[in-house]
């Protein structure tokens, strides 16, 4: 498969305040999906790894074990593509490899929309049993091409939404194919509509009255129906928030300091502290 190893691009641009960015840096397509290319020196090991959208993953070099508590999952080629639905929390294991001695794999995420849209595209789809845990799929020569199909319309900026969206559905369909489908998503809640609030800017300083008012709903209303799904306002920012840093830290080059400010901390110490916290780490371990 060397065709998809290509597809992750090892070398390092500058961007636009001249640092040195591995081309892996994030790529969202908001309502669509999400692109990163994470490339890591050395081993690491993530705990409770929370996987907010379906996700698909690829290992171009190296080894990455994920175990959701069904028992290990492993691969090391580029000849399987891991599947992993919403929601799903795991233990990430990764080792470099290869040649370069590096960890390089290419993460897909699919929203939960784009999912939606997918069965009520495909309707007769909803009969059949969803994954019900991480797998792993072979990657023959029809799913190869889809997947690298995709991932090259991701990072064109030049195709709109509305083709991307027919590509992905496309790439759904062949994994339907190969009897892995992803879990119809359950109707959006408020917890979920304010995931992905704070996904699309985790920088910025949060409040409950904010963002009652970017959801059109007060700031009772909101505290009100976060607790009748049993989720607190703080923790899913943090955990937001933590996400966003530890793809930031496996994708980019970015000093430590520049990576807090991006995810909403002003104070190393502090995001230091919430970052060992959350995944028993230093963010100078993950590199």
Known sequence: MAHLQSLHRGTTQPDAAGSALPSGAPLPRRALCGLAQPCLARPQQTRGFRFFEATLLLVVSGELTLDAGDGPLTTNSPLSLMVVDQHARADLTKLPGGQENRFRSIFLSLSPALVSAFYHAYPALASIPPLAKPALVPLDDDLSNTLRHCVESIEDPRLSDERLHHRLMDLLLALSERHCLLARPSQQGAAERLRVLFSEDPARPW??????????????????RLADERVGFEALLIDVRMHHAMMLMQTTRWPIPRIADACGYRSRARFTERFRERFGALPSDVR
């Open 207 to 224: 409040t409950a009255r904010d963002a009652g008012r970017e959801l059109a709903m007060s700031e009772s209303t909101l505290r009100r």
